[in-house]
C-alpha cells in the first residue's frame, strides 16, 4: 500500500507540533529576553604604516648600490696605492663604506619582510591597543586588552 507523500509531510508536522508548542511557551514565558549585542562595524584599518616601511625599506635596498659602488671603488685606490702609511687609511675607509653598504641592505631587506607582514598577515585588533588620550579623566597612556 502506497502512502501519498502529503500524508507524510501531515504526519511528520504532527508528530513535531507539541515540541514546537513548548517551546514558543517557554519563550514567551521568560521574564528576560536574551540581550541584544550589537555587532562591531568594520572600521577600515589604515594601511599606512605598511606602506611607508615598504618605501623606507625600498630606499635603504635602493642607497646600498651607490654605497657599494664607492667601496668598490675606495678599495681599487686601495689596491693602486703605493705608499704604505696610507694603505691601513684606505683599507679601513673601505670596510666601513662596504659595511654600511651592507648594513643599508639588509635593514632595507627586514623593512620590506616588515612591510609585508603588516599589510598582509597583522591583522590589528582595536581592544588591544596603546593609546594616548588628554582628557582629565583619563590616564595620559593607557593600554587596552
Keep these: 500500500m502506497r502512502v501519498p ?3 507524510r509531510v501531515l504526519a511528520a508536522l504532527l508528530a513535531a507540533a507539541p515540541s514546537m508548542a513548548a517551546c514558543a511557551q517557554a519563550q514567551e ?3 528576560t529576553p536574551f540581550e541584544v549585542v550589537p ?4 572600521e577600515p584599518t589604515s594601511h599606512r604604516m605598511a606602506y ?6 625600498a630606499g635603504l635596498i635602493a642607497a ?7 667601496a668598490d671603488r675606495r678599495y681599487a685606490t686601495y689596491l693602486d696605492e703605493t705608499d704604505v702609511s696610507k694603505l691601513d687609511e684606505l683599507f679601513s675607509s673601505t670596510q666601513r663604506m662596504d659595511r654600511l653598504a651592507s648594513g643599508s641592505l639588509l635593514v632595507g631587506e627586514a623593512m620590506i ?3 609585508v607582514w603588516l599589510r598582509f598577515v597583522h591583522r590589528p585588533n582595536p581592544e588591544h591597543r ?3 588620550a588628554l582628557r582629565p579623566d583619563r590616564c595620559a597612556l593607557s593600554y587596552r586588552f
Design 64 to 70: 646600498s648600490f651607490p654605497l657599494s659602488h664607492e
Design 39 to 42: 555587532r562591531r562595524s568594520a
Design 130 to 132: 596603546v593609546s594616548l
Design 5 to 7: 507523500v502529503a500524508a
Design 29 to 31: 514565558g521568560s521574564s
Design 113 to 115: 619582510a616588515t612591510a
Design 52 to 57: 611607508l616601511t615598504a618605501v623606507v625599506g
